[in-house]
């Protein structure tokens, strides 16, 4: 059975469903990159950030090409971003790239 798509282009509820438990299997070696346990700070908060433009795109209902016009990149540097790869990135550039999603974005660093 062929899953039908949504006005948007998303796949129907069904296929994100068989998608999901492919994605939670343990033994799934595709889809986003995992941050290392020793991962630096600077990493983590990447990380983090590639996480949020993730999520606002998955919230928005929006697809690749529609955020990469938003944040002013091609394609392939949001690709990145959502498979969470973030050796290509600075801090700063993630950050300009949430602001522009998240006008108002906040930044916090605590000392521990």
Same mark, same amino acid.
């Given at each position: 059975?062929?899953?039908?798509?949504?006005?948007?282009?998303?796949?129907?509820?069904?296929?994100?469903?068989?998608?999901?438990?492919?994605?939670?299997?343990?033994?799934?070696?595709?889809?986003?990159?995992?941050?290392?346990?020793?991962? /630096?700070?600077?990493? +983590?908060? !990447?990380? &983090?950030?590639?996480?949020?433009?993730?999520?606002?795109?998955?919230?928005?209902? $929006?697809?690749?090409?529609?955020?990469?016009?938003?944040?002013?990149?091609?394609?392939?540097?949001? /690709?990145?971003?959502? +498979?969470? !790869?973030? &050796?290509?990135?600075?801090?700063?550039?993630?950050?300009?790239?949430?602001?522009? $999603?998240?006008?108002?974005?906040?930044?916090?660093?605590?000392?521990?």
């Amino acid at each position: 059975m062929k899953a039908r798509k949504t006005k948007q282009g998303f796949p129907d509820d069904e296929k994100l469903k068989r998608v999901r438990e492919k994605l939670s299997d343990l033994n799934y070696t595709g889809g986003n990159l995992a941050l290392p346990a020793s991962a /630096s700070e600077v990493d +983590r908060a !990447k990380y &983090e950030l590639c996480q949020i433009i993730a999520k606002y795109q998955r919230e928005n209902q $929006l697809l690749q090409k529609d955020i990469a016009a938003k944040l002013g990149v091609d394609d392939s540097r949001v /690709s990145d971003i959502l +498979r969470g !790869k973030i &050796e290509g990135f600075t801090l700063d550039r993630l950050v300009s790239y949430a602001e522009k $999603l998240h006008p108002g974005l906040k930044v916090r660093i605590v000392a521990a």
